[in-house]
């Protein structure tokens, strides 16, 4: 896209959400035509197996304002986001989910708030979660809980990825080195001027979600290493605690010997060694979470590769970050 940059960009992460992409389109278009300015769409087809990019391609067709970046494989929703934060060229970035659970309308709303009150960052923060299942809302409640102890800031409670972000906030997101950023957290971390819009999640318009278990428990893996060494200093902890149990029963059994006792020794030897075994296992799994992470960092891998932006002259640029 050459000339002036855009008043907005709303950058929107795609995994296989053919059927979703449609409706998303056909409600977030005339949003966007009335906002007064001018506007790119920033669809990040995040490596999707299903006709997701035919629809796209059909999509761009009559609408000039959609530009498509396709990453070379399934790099995650976090990743997704990156790669459309790092090319969107609008002076306000919202980002939004494919599939309408975040209602569309909203992003005037935000719009208001960053140009008349100069807000940097506006959040979206979900109301209730009545829309969600039993399991999606109790893991969130134990995450969003977790996270505001670990990260020593308030993170808005029910905050996802919709968000307006002002240039300002934007560059700022763009100058850190993290390779595997998780958005919730490191925008509070920011600590630019914020606000926030409520809104009523909606259930998503077509589709399944693309947050199976699995991911899940990645985004609240690299969500608590991203921010805290305290699992580490937990570590210290149960290992000393073992030490101090250790003791304890180290005692106990040279009393035992003294008194003649020795056979039915073999229970507290039978849970000592499980147990040892087990707070071994813990210490070193949490160690090789954050060597993993040091790992990563040190090759210094980008997240994603964008394969193909409609609005570069030159096709399947590489991006530096
Ligand atoms: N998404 C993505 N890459 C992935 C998984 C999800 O770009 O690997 C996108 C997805 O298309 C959607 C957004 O991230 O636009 C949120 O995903 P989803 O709606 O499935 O999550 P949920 O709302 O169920 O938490
Ligand atoms: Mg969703």
Redesign the pocket.
């Known amino acids: 896209m050459s000339g002036p940059a855009p008043l907005l960009s709303v950058v929107?992460?795609?995994?296989?959400?053919q059927d979703a992409l449609p409706l998303t389109a056909a409600r977030l278009r005339p949003i966007l035509d009335g906002i007064g300015g001018s506007y790119e769409v920033v669809g990040?087809d995040?490596g999707s197996g299903d006709d997701t990019a035919q629809v796209l391609d059909r999509l761009q067709l009559e609408w000039p304002e959609l530009r498509v970046v396709r990453l070379r494989r399934?790099?995650?929703?976090q990743a997704?986001l990156t790669a459309g934060l790092h090319r969107a060229l609008g002076q306000y970035v919202v980002s939004i989910?494919?599939?309408l659970?975040d209602p569309p309308e909203k992003i005037v709303d935000m719009l208001a708030l960053a140009r008349d009150e100069g807000f940097d960052i506006v959040q979206g923060v979900r109301d209730d979660r009545s829309s969600d299942t039993f399991f999606?809302r109790s893991t969130a409640a134990g995450y969003y809980s977790v996270m505001r102890r670990l990260v020593g800031r308030e993170i808005p409670k029910h905050a996802?990825d919709y968000r307006l972000l002002s240039r300002a906030a934007v560059d700022a997101l763009k100058s850190l080195p993290e390779t595997q950023p998780v958005y919730r957290l490191l925008v509070p971390w920011l600590g630019f001027r914020s606000t926030s819009v409520t809104f009523q999640r909606e259930e998503?318009v077509a589709g399944t979600?693309?947050?199976p278990l699995s991911?899940m428990v990645r985004l609240a893996v690299d969500s608590i290493t991203n921010f805290s060494a305290a699992p580490l200093r937990l570590a210290t902890w149960l290992g000393l605690g073992s030490f101090l149990l250790a003791a304890v029963l180290g005692v106990y059994t040279a009393v035992e010997q003294i008194r003649g006792a020795t056979v039915p020794g073999w229970a507290s030897l039978f849970i000592a060694v499980v147990f040892f075994g087990g707070v071994q296992l813990v210490c070193v799994g949490l160690l090789g979470e954050y060597v993993g992470r040091i790992y990563s960092a040190v090759q210094g891998r980008p997240g994603y590769f964008v394969g193909s932006d409609s609005a570069d002259v030159r096709p399947s640029a590489v991006d530096e970050a």
């Open positions: 929107i992460p795609i995994y296989n959400e990040v995040d399934n790099s995650g929703h997704a989910d494919a599939d659970q999606k996802g998503r979600t693309k947050y991911k």
